[in-house]
């Protein structure tokens, strides 16, 4: 089956179980008739002795038809929407009011511009999870909670990263925090498996939880000294994690030009959606780019088979500074 989605204000997008794509009228010389029952040359009677005339009654015309191109799926609602009201956890006063707009899979089906299973994948993606039915983003500090409580027992229980039991979490965590949290938190951080005596165990995601301790600690700061931060960060991670800057990228940037190196918090996801004015922001944060920093804020405009170059020869203009390849506006920014 095939859904048109959109909002008075949004243009109309067709969307299939699991692709999205933009719809545009496109005219046609050839006048298209439409003729009930008809029949294809191959359907009637190839014998020239029976040949008869059938009359056709025309039920109508059209000079023009919707040309269908893929399209990256409109995700960036999904997490505006979610983040209205980020779930606190339990105890929350917030959450007892219920002030704010909750959202269950067809309210999401029916605001997002994206195919059923695109608005799953990213679900997934954000870590939105199922509370009372509606779909919920953790409070970024609520989440950092549960990781702390995960960390600080897997370091107390001296259980190597790669083999967490989710049943001994449950039992010794679940007096602090619902059990279905724990669990919500070791699947965002961690990848399930089941051993072959059939208990569940999780193999702990190193690189995502040293890019979450990152974040906690430079949302705090406009602008962090980079040696000193990279001292800290190592000293707040689990014992046997290491941190490295390439686990920060889409997330913060640093600043080679400064003196001393300076790195700041810079969310992919907060950056605009449409492809020119991602450009223009990005632009007006930094006058030029390498390719290696501009990369992980421009990989996700990507069409199918597009590559980043032919997105940066499109956007931007390329020129060398101290033998390195930089990119810059082709516009002025005003």
Not at 41 to 63: M, R, V, W, Y
Request: overall charge negative; charged content about 30%.
């Amino acid at each position: 089956s095939l859904v048109i989605r959109g909002e008075k204000d949004e243009h109309a997008v067709l969307c299939s179980k699991d692709k999205t794509y933009v719809m545009k009228i496109a005219d046609t010389s050839n006048m298209l008739l439409f003729v009930p029952g008809c029949k294809t040359p191959e359907e009637l009677n190839t014998d020239p002795a029976s040949c008869n005339i059938i009359h056709s009654q025309i039920a109508g015309f059209s000079k023009n038809y919707w040309e269908l191109r893929r399209c990256r799926p409109k995700l960036k609602k999904l997490r505006k929407l979610l983040m209205e009201d980020p779930y606190e956890g339990p105890d929350s006063q917030k959450d007892q009011t219920l002030t704010f707009s909750k959202y269950t899979t067809e309210d999401l089906l029916s605001l997002i511009q994206a195919s059923e299973e695109e608005i799953l994948h990213q679900l997934q993606v954000i870590d939105a999870c199922k509370i009372e039915g509606y779909w919920r983003i953790l409070d970024f500090d609520y989440e950092m909670k549960l990781l702390n409580h995960v960390t600080q027992l897997i370091d107390s229980e001296s259980w190597p990263l790669s083999k967490v039991p989710l049943c001994a979490c449950l039992e010794e965590l679940g007096s602090l925090e619902p059990r279905e949290m724990i669990e919500h938190i070791l699947l965002s951080y961690g990848r399930k498996y089941v051993d072959a005596a059939g208990e569940v165990f999780f193999e702990m995601r190193e690189d995502k939880i040293c890019r979450a301790i990152a974040q906690m600690l430079l949302r705090n700061a406009v602008k962090f000294n980079l040696s000193e931060f990279e001292e800290v960060w190592q000293q707040s991670v689990p014992e046997g994690m290491t941190t490295r800057l390439d686990q920060l990228q889409g997330l913060a940037l640093v600043d080679k030009s400064s003196r001393p190196e300076t790195i700041f918090l810079l969310k992919v996801e907060d950056l605009p959606e449409d492809n020119q004015e991602r450009f223009n922001s990005l632009f007006g944060i930094r006058e030029k780019w390498t390719e290696m920093d501009i990369t992980p804020y421009i990989q996700d405009l990507c069409a199918e088979k597009q590559t980043v170059g032919a997105l940066l020869t499109k956007y931007a203009r390329s020129s060398m500074l101290n033998g390195v390849k930089v990119y810059n506006s082709r516009r002025p920014l005003s």
